[in-house]
């Protein structure tokens, strides 16, 4: 699909386009999307004050989303496969500041330090090298200076014929929200709509501590799976 053909299919967005150009492509492919539902006052310590954390239903998400990202670029010049191709990390909360749904970085790993190195220094995201190795139905991760990992078997099943409610609150968000030096800015984002599918797990190893917030296996709410989406991304704006 070409960019003008994304662009042009902007029926699902709650809010419209941004009215300048937009400046990155790139795809996120093969995504294990992992969700916990975690205590407000332990999120709070961890998202800035300037931030007002979204809720479903009175209840707060962490998110884990593990997927390969590939063909990254600026906008009118090539992706370079050996900084443009890496596995991506993040874990994610909701962020619901004006009427903009967004999404808040707990942490971001790549597997390869080059890209992190490159994204953290274009994006200002606080991208880290991690141990990062995947297939379709495979996950093995582990990031040794804060001792986080993932070990994770699983198969692809049926696409979700319905969406729920809390299907489209933890997936459907067009921005992600940054703090850089005191200053918080947004980046606008957009993509077709995230087909999802179930998962099954033959094996679930999940041992990440972010503050005083635990993910683990024993205490995962809910899994999506998706074949992936092709995004185009705007330059930050400061709120």
Known sequence: MTVDE???NTAHRPWELPGRKWQYYQEWNNVLFLHWEVPYEDLRMLVPSQLEIDSFEGRYYVSLVAFTMQKIRPRNLPAVKFISDFHEINVRTYISNGDKQGVYFLNIEAGKRLSAFVARTLSGLPYEKSMIRRT???HRSFNAPKKLKMNAS?????VFESKTSLDKWLTERYCLYLEDAG???????HHNEWEVRN???ENLEIDYYIGKIRL????LELAH???GVQVVSWKKEKI
């Open 6 to 8: 994304i662009l042009s």
């Open 154 to 158: 699983f198969n692809v099943k049926s």
């Open 136 to 138: 379709q139905t495979e």
């Open 216 to 219: 683990s296996a024993g205490n």
């Open 183 to 189: 200053s918080v800015f947004r980046y606008e984002i």
């Open 199 to 201: 998962v099954e797990f």
């Open 225 to 227: 799976y998706s074949k």
